[in-house]
């Protein structure tokens, strides 16, 4: 068994998947154990490679809560998986219509071997914070590569009795390193320390037997204050407009070359470096006319969409690529749209990513890099301005957006005005 990260403390929320589990290989398959969040932590897990465009498969080994919708057979599940990169497997729990029990076997095999990723709880805690395994927990498969074990800091302070599943193997547990825990037994206060302790070790000797090959990593979470609801994590689309006609210029001005390449390929690269470095969750997707910049980014990390109807002007590849990452369900509320244009080689990788970090950091509505303040291209956008941005028409861009919600905006200045320079003339 391998250690991986050891163990990574998240403060309040899982607002972001451990750093241990964010670059995992195709062919991984990750079980969640423990309690305090191995739902939470499931989801987050499967939307960040699902994100990255793995095909990710989602389900469980013992019983979860039930899903509004599920995969109940392995064809199912991996036609969900060709059709939108996730699937949720599992059956319905026949003595309980809240939850939902594995796949059989050989089923659950079947859609494991056709995902990239696969996410599975192990484990069942009855909505307590931490706990201490029976006999028969957790069920890993041997075939797992990773075991998250998680702990809910909530446990910290309260009594066993009020916070463990399996008070009694949680006491007992504890009393080897705690003697106090033989007296007080389940009425023992759980200190910081203590549930540590049992998130690190309690499951090691387990792990060890059903999967000795699997890396193990805890993770301690506090859960959500009532009424509080978890955010979501911000992600960062990039469309990249590169479907005009290049009228001013005199030709395509996409192909024309600079510096032994396409001008369309310059800003493009480095924004592909950027979602395979994946330095904040990030994706690419390209709008053009052209079949041959299509055919180009073959094996290029970014979604390619055709505008059927560019002499509309670039409102509507704006539309599109708006339209594409709804129909496949990549928006989500809390995510920012940022637009690249093709016309502008000068811009550096460096200045994009820290546009990307601003962005981040500061959390702004509305955004565009600029030059003493003045907004130029690229400009960025929160999800609750896509509505906006797809009544455009004609050849209009986000900026005018941008101008009329003008106090709303944060600019950040590049380096050189040669980086926003575009190029229309020959």
């Known amino acids: 068994?391998?250690?991986?990260?050891?163990?990574?403390?998240?403060?309040?929320?899982?607002?972001?998947?451990?750093?241990?589990?964010?670059?995992?290989?195709?062919?991984?398959?990750?079980?969640?154990?423990?309690?305090?969040?191995?739902?939470?932590?499931?989801?987050?897990?499967?939307?960040h490679y699902r994100r990255r465009g793995f095909r990710v498969l989602a389900g469980t080994t013992t019983h979860m809560e039930r899903p509004a919708s599920f995969c109940t057979t392995a064809e199912s599940a991996v036609a969900a998986m060709d059709e939108?990169?996730?699937?949720?497997?599992?059956?319905?729990?026949?003595?309980?219509?809240g939850k939902i029990i594995p796949l059989a076997e050989e089923e659950l095999l079947k859609a494991v071997q056709a995902a990239d990723i696969t996410v599975l709880e192990a484990d069942g805690a009855r909505h307590m914070s931490v706990k201490v395994p029976y006999d028969h927990e957790p069920v890993i498969p041997p075939y797992a590569t990773h075991v998250v074990v998680v702990g809910g800091l909530a446990a910290v302070g309260k009594r066993i009795e009020e916070a463990a599943y399996n008070p009694e193997g949680v006491a007992r547990f504890l009393s080897a390193r705690w003697p106090e825990a033989e007296e007080s037994g389940t009425d023992l206060i759980i200190t910081e320390e203590m549930l540590e302790y049992l998130v690190r070790y309690a499951y090691a000797g387990k792990v060890r037997?059903?999967?000795?090959?699997?890396?193990?990593?805890?993770?301690?979470?506090?859960?959500?204050?009532?009424?509080k609801k978890e955010p979501q994590m911000t992600h960062y689309h990039m469309i990249y407009l590169a479907a005009g006609f290049g009228r001013r210029f005199g030709s395509n001005k996409l192909l024309c070359m600079i510096d032994g390449r396409p001008m369309y390929r310059h800003v493009l690269d480095r924004l592909a470096d950027l979602v395979r470095k994946q330095p904040l969750p990030c994706d690419l997707t390209v709008v053009t006319q052209y079949e041959t910049i299509r055919e180009s980014l073959k094996d290029t990390p970014c979604d390619v969409v055709i505008n059927?109807?560019?002499?509309?002007?670039?409102s509507s590849s704006i539309a599109e690529g708006i339209r594409h990452l709804a129909e496949k369900q990549a928006l989500m509320p809390s995510d920012m749209l940022i637009f690249f244009n093709a016309d502008q080689p000068g811009l550096r990788e460096e200045t994009i990513l820290s546009f990307l970090r601003m962005l981040d950091e500061k959390r702004p509505q509305l955004a565009a890099?600029?030059?003493?303040?003045?907004?130029?291209?690229p400009c960025a956008f929160h999800a609750a301005y896509a509505e906006e941005l797809m009544s455009l028409r004609g050849d209009t861009g986000g900026r005018q957006i941008l101008k009329k919600h003008a106090d709303q905006v944060f600019v950040f200045n590049a380096d050189s005005p040669e980086e926003l320079e575009d190029i229309d003339m020959l």
Not at 23 to 42: E, H, M, R, W
Not at 84 to 97: T, V
Not at 210 to 219: D, I, S
Not at 369 to 377: D, L, Q, S, T, V
């Open 308 to 314: 059927p109807d560019p002499a509309r002007g670039i």
């Open 369 to 377: 890099m600029g030059i003493h303040g003045e907004a130029r291209n």
């Open 209 to 227: 037997d059903a999967a000795p090959q699997a890396g193990l990593t805890a993770v301690f979470r506090q859960t959500a204050a009532a009424g």
């Open 1 to 47: 068994m391998r250690q991986t990260g050891t163990e990574e403390r998240i403060p309040e929320f899982f607002d972001a998947p451990p750093a241990a589990l964010t670059d995992l290989p195709a062919g991984s398959v990750i079980c969640i154990v423990g309690a305090g969040g191995k739902t939470s932590l499931l989801k987050l897990l499967a939307e």
């Open 84 to 97: 939108q990169g996730y699937a949720l497997a599992g059956l319905p729990d026949p003595h309980n219509g």
